[in-house]
């Protein structure tokens, strides 16, 4: 087996130096223990995701499940599964907009948004464990970062 040349395939001297490596490692271990929290309430977390965006964004106005899926950055297809299960579940109803059977507007049931407010602060407690270690400031400047790479 032939030995790969590193210094002519990457500009890294190795992988702790590859800021996508980094953000794999990190991101990996941020979601075990966020899918650890949410396992208590029999979520994962892409459901969470979509039932706490559903909830933030459907506050004044209803939205379809393609504007869900653009909020969150997901895919279309596995939007309409997630919320299938959410659906099953009781969490959330979904109506066909008049006029547009291919429409499908989501809301929260009432079960639904106690699972999110009850949901949110265990969240919130994961994220505040996980990413205190940077401090305040660091933390207020690492989120600036992820948004500008988040909106590009």
């Known amino acids: 087996m032939k030995e790969i040349a590193w210094k002519k395939v ?20 941020w979601r075990r223990e966020i899918e650890a929290a949410l396992a208590t309430l029999n979520l994962t977390h892409p459901q969470f995701v979509l039932l706490a965006s559903l909830g933030w964004l459907t506050r004044h ?7 869900l899926a653009r909020h969150c950055n997901t895919d279309v ?22 006029g547009d059977e291919r429409s499908k507007l989501p809301k929260l049931t009432e079960k639904g948004a106690k699972l999110v407010k009850h949901a949110i602060p265990i969240v919130e407690k994961v994220d505040e464990d996980f990413f205190g270690k940077l401090g305040l400031e660091k933390m207020n400047e690492y989120t600036d970062i992820l948004k500008k790479l988040a909106n590009d």
């Open 10 to 29: 990457s500009q890294f001297e190795g992988p702790e130096q590859s800021p996508g490596f980094l953000l794999w490692q990190v991101s990996t271990k």
């Open 77 to 98: 297809n596995m939007t309409s599964k997630v919320l299938r299960s959410l659906e099953q579940k009781g969490y959330i109803e979904r109506h066909r907009r008049e």
């Open 61 to 67: 106005n209803t939205v379809t499940q393609v504007e």
